[in-house]
């Protein structure tokens, strides 16, 4: 298969903005973590496996303000020190 320079060109235009656009994205993920005060994030699988809850669950205390999160890119998230806030409001409710 020959390429000829048009072509060459054209796919190593398309690679760059694909390296520009996952460039992007890494930082904005890094400036958001940053915020977070470096505190590690969970998602729903995490929290899943780490509460043994169904994914309704974790839906239905989201929308009652009892385990807070913040979405990224129409992801949930959690910083582990709610999860763990959470964990002991549980423990100390059911006392």
């Known amino acids: 298969m020959e390429i000829n320079k048009e072509t060459f060109e054209d796919w190593m235009k398309k690679l760059s903005e694909k390296l520009e656009t996952t460039d992007k994205k890494l930082?904005?993920?890094?400036?958001?973590?940053?915020?977070?005060?470096?505190?590690?994030?969970?998602?729903?699988q995490d929290l899943i496996g780490m509460l043994k809850v169904s994914h309704r669950t974790l839906q239905r205390y989201r929308?009652?303000?009892?385990?807070?999160?913040?979405?990224?890119?129409?992801?949930?998230?959690?910083?582990?020190?709610?999860?763990?806030?959470?964990?002991?409001?549980?423990?100390?409710?059911?006392?």
């Open 27 to 44: 930082e904005r993920l890094l400036n958001h973590q940053a915020c977070l005060n470096g505190d590690e994030l969970l998602d729903n």
């Open 63 to 95: 929308s009652k303000g009892k385990l807070p999160y913040c979405n990224m890119n129409g992801k949930s998230f959690y910083r582990l020190t709610d999860v763990q806030k959470f964990i002991n409001d549980q423990f100390e409710g059911n006392k």
